[in-house]
């Protein structure tokens, strides 16, 4: 079915003088545009693991492979956690959990992602997966950065939402909200650009649930196209 083309709005922003909003799928195929241009294979990123108390708890290696997903390894507790085809596999201590359903990811659709995608058919199908209203689009800030807001506006916090920077055009921010407990997920990225990981990846991630922060990834150094052996995206056995 075809979906209707969305109609643009003037909106009234705080940092730049008022515009025109595109359509959402305008929005969404300018993030493949922008990725494409990257033309990456393989990210390997090193960091850390932990909470705003203790952001350097534990140290990891985020691999990412184009067009496939991601995984990520914390040594010290022999952790493995791998997102790919739909699914995410978790791995701690030699115990291998089942794997889950993922019905979309925000690194996997959009991060690992340096591929056109014409007519934003893939980013619409994000937004369906979180439930997100694709017809309403406004402005906003994160970060510091002008953003596009999709399904809400600026002070509807409760909403399923994604933030999209303007200028580097990726995903910075998603809220989504469980459609059976109401719980809402809120997954940021802050950096984009930075000196340390550039346009390949944020600086930093958060996941808060409710207004608690539940962790925070970040990373110092990142390297492009390194050689990363098939064998990590391999689905651990039990």
Known sequence: MKRPILVAGLLLV????????????????????RRAELGFETL???????????????????????????????????????????KRWSSEGGATAAPERVRADMIVDFWARPSKDRG??????FLDAFNIDEGTVSYGRH?????????????????????????????????????????????????????????WFPRRLETW???????QLSFHEVRVNAPVEAALFKPPSK
């Open 14 to 33: 705080a940092a730049p003088a008022s515009a025109f909003v595109l359509p959402t799928f305008a929005i969404l195929g300018k993030i493949g545009n």
């Open 143 to 199: 970060d510091g950065r002008v953003v596009w807001i999709i399904g809400a506006k600026p002070w509807e916090s409760e909403k399923p939402q994604l933030w999209i920077d303007k200028d580097y055009r990726v995903p910075v921010r998603l809220v989504s909200v469980d459609t059976k407990n109401k719980v809402r997920t809120d997954l940021r990225a802050y950096g984009v650009g930075s000196a340390l990981t550039g346009e």
């Open 44 to 86: 390997v990123l090193s960091g850390h693991r932990g909470t705003a108390e203790n952001p350097k708890a534990e140290p990891i290696t985020l691999y990412v492979r184009a067009q496939k997903g991601y995984r990520i390894d914390t040594p010290s507790r022999r952790a493995t956690t791998l997102v790919m085809e739909g």
């Open 120 to 125: 934003g058919e893939r980013g619409l199908a």
């Open 209 to 215: 649930v409710g207004d608690r922060m539940l962790e």
